[in-house]
């Protein structure tokens, strides 16, 4: 069964993010989890209506992710990460609904940077009537399993947005990552 989680009004509370930063949660351990960072590439969604988008018009919603951040409590056997994402989504003038429908991932990297897990979050945002952004925040649990002799500061966390290629192929020429 999918998960949704479904967004409305102008901004919810980040307070978590206030935080900010990186704590362990572990009585007498040095403060060291996972690093964490949202993809570059991934970290911007567009979104078009038209198959083939003819310009601005086109535009149903753009989705940003703005900051990350992540406690974390470990074992021998496991890192468990609470992580807190602050994202924006901004509605576009082909946006009549007023909803719009994406969905985030959390990938986890090992020692030797292959993907261990990757996890998709799917969301739902509506705006209210006049609205054309909506700031928000979303939080949630990852667990690592810990390889012997492995550190949690042996893992990285990414975090980006599920998109097409053609949406990831638009985004690399606006960065200029072709």
Do not use: W
Not at 1 to 22: D, F, H
Not at 82 to 88: G, P, Q, S, V
């Amino acid at each position: 069964m999918k998960r949704y989680r479904i967004l409305i009004g102008a901004a919810l509370s980040a307070a978590v993010l206030a935080a900010g930063g990186c704590a362990l949660l572990n009585e007498g351990s040095p403060n060291i989890c996972p690093a964490t960072a949202i993809l570059d590439d991934a970290g911007e969604l567009v979104r078009f209506t038209a198959a083939s988008p003819k310009g601005p018009g086109d535009v149903a919603f753009t989705a940003r992710m703005k900051y990350i951040s992540g406690v974390c409590q470990v074992d021998e056997k496991d890192v468990v990460m609470e992580l807190n994402t602050l994202m924006e989504a901004k509605r576009g003038p082909a946006n009549e609904s007023g909803q719009v429908k994406f969905a985030y991932f959390v990938a986890i990297l090992g020692k030797d940077k292959t993907v261990l897990t990757r996890t998709k979050f799917p969301m739902i945002a509506k705006f209210q009537k006049r609205e054309t952004k909506l700031d928000f925040s979303d939080a949630v649990t990852v667990t690592i399993p810990r390889k012997e002799g492995d550190v949690p500061k042996d893992y990285i966390v990414y975090i980006g947005y599920e998109m097409t290629p053609d949406e990831l192929a638009y985004n690399r020429k606006k960065l200029g990552h072709n």
